[in-house]
């Protein structure tokens, strides 16, 4: 049996030993070496020369081959063959070139260069180092490849880690990726803003404390405590539980928290993605447009009980079908105007006089000196429109009935104050002049005499005074500039005729 010399004595051999060492292994001359490691020196037996570099090479983390002067495989280690997917002894024989994908440049002598090793799969990327040696007088090649798989797959998790940091940093909602065990890993910039303390290392309940009691599935978390709640979080995907934060500064604040899995390459799942998206101007405008609608539905209530009233009290004192149609028309007109105002302004009131152009506008005239209208600015509250509309409208029908508007030479004089005594009131005089005499006792008691009264007095908790003087009809009107019931219920107006 014959050994490999050792370190010291390998310092006083000639440079070729290596290429005659290896030679003498390949072609069975050498059956056993001596390997230097770290518990000292070791023989190992080579069990024959048909098993050229067992140890050496054989053992060998890298894959490694021998080519023969026109580049075709003399012999490969196995781990050759486990990085090309084949047994290493089909590879004998085989040109070096075809170890390459298609179009991939070869490697080259004494030089380290990068590749893409075939596969039955896709391709494995590989440096290679070449070098020539000598095989017993032949000119051959050692090669020698290097998985870089691992290395790429590094690359590829720091650039994936770099894009994801780069999301996180630029993303507009709460982002909070957690491990298996409900530990938070990362966090984009909102969700560090609204933890209780920096998340990454603690578990979602600790740095986001959820107030139960707040959510749209109070029932489903409190059967959840802590612990279980970042297991859930991490392992079932749910979407738009509404909840709030359990902290003072975010008390105002509403999220939506939606939990999905974090899966890898394999479709396992590593964890999970939570976010917690604001919704605080969602719920303000939902509750905005509730209140709304529910206003809404109270001014339409009004609007049919005032119509329908109306129509019952205009129906009672109309001698005939056409007198009702135009006594109806014209009462609903007038509600339309005040509605449509109060559509035009949002709700938000009118100044007295720009209602009152509109209401007397068929009244006035084209020179608009049949009704003249003086006053200062008065902005009405909005629940003061319709009342007014329908009073005004009233009297503006019996003046061009039985009035001043009657006759071509009538005018109606409309005056109005402010009187700041305390709580402001509007002081309003209609004055008729130019009409018919009116006879002694002849003050009529009808729908739109009990209507007038109605509003100013009920509506507008204000007062009011008819006078029927022989010269004409003259109304003084007094109401609070404050916040004034709604105009409704007018079934209780009694009614004769006139």
């Known amino acids: ?112 260069t990068q590749a893409r090793l075939r596969r039955h799969a896709g391709t494995l990327p590989v440096s290679v180092w070449m070098s020539p040696i000598s095989m017993g007088g032949d000119a051959a090649t050692l090669v020698t490849l290097t998985d870089l798989s691992v290395f790429v797959r590094v690359e590829q998790i720091a650039v994936a880690e770099r894009f994801a940091r780069s999301i996180l940093e630029q993303a507009t909602e709460a982002i909070i990726v957690l491990g298996p065990d409900g530990r938070t890993t990362h966090a984009s910039w909102v969700a560090e803003q609204i933890a209780a303390h920096p998340p990454v290392g603690c578990s979602f309940s600790e ?19 802590r612990e279980s709640l970042d297991v859930m979080l991490a392992t079932k995907p749910f979407h738009g539980v509404e909840v709030k934060l359990r902290r003072p500064d975010l008390g105002g604040r509403s999220f939506l928290l939606s939990a999905g899995p974090l899966l890898n390459d394999v479709k396992e799942s590593v964890g999970a993605i939570v976010t917690l998206t604001e919704i605080t101007e969602r719920k303000r405008a939902e509750e905005q447009q509730t209140m709304l609608v529910a206003e809404l539905n109270h001014r339409v209530k009004n609007i049919l009980a005032v119509v329908q009233a109306v129509a019952s009290q205009t129906v009672r004192t109309s001698q005939s079908l056409a007198a009702f149609n135009v006594a109806f028309a014209g009462r609903i007109q007038a509600l339309a105007i005040a509605h449509d ?38 902005l009405l509250p909005a629940r003061a429109v319709v009342p007014l509309s329908m009073a005004f409208h009233e009297l503006a029908t019996n003046a061009s009935k039985y009035g001043a508007l009657s006759q071509p030479a009538g005018a109606v004089q409309l005056e109005w104050s402010v009187a700041n005594s305390g709580l402001p009131r509007v002081e309003m005089i209609w004055s008729e002049a130019g009409g018919p005499t009116v006879e002694a006792g002849g003050k009529r008691s009808g729908f739109g005499t009990a209507l007038i009264q109605r509003v100013i007095k009920d509506d507008l908790e204000g007062t009011v005074d008819l006078v029927f003087a022989p010269r004409g009809v003259r109304s003084v009107m007094s109401f609070p500039l404050h916040a004034i019931a709604d105009f409704a219920d007018l079934s209780g107006v009694s009614a004769q005729a006139s």
């Not at 580049?71 to 047994?87: C, E, M, V, W």
């Open 1 to 112: 049996m014959s050994a490999l010399p050792t370190d010291a004595e390998a310092t006083s051999l000639p440079p070729n030993l290596a290429e005659e060492t290896v030679e003498a292994i390949h072609k069975g001359r050498v059956d056993a070496i001596v390997v230097h490691g770290p518990g000292g020196p070791q023989i190992v037996m080579l069990q024959g020369a048909d098993v050229p570099y067992r140890v050496l090479v054989e053992r060998m983390s890298d894959g490694a081959l021998i080519l023969g002067p026109d580049r075709t495989i003399l012999y490969a280690n196995r781990r050759l063959g486990d990085l090309a997917g084949i047994g290493a002894e089909n590879l004998i024989g085989m040109a070096f070139g075809s170890l390459f994908a298609a179009g991939e440049p070869l490697p080259t002598e004494n030089a380290v």
């Open 207 to 225: 740095a986001f404390p959820l107030d139960p009691q707040s959510s749209s599935h109070a029932k489903t978390l409190a059967r959840f405590s």
């Open 341 to 378: 105002i109060l559509t035009r302004t949002r709700w938000i009131g009118i100044g007295l006089n720009e209602l009152l152009t509109a209401v007397l506008a068929p009244y006035r005239g084209a020179d608009g000196a049949r009704v003249s209208l003086a006053g200062p600015p008065v």
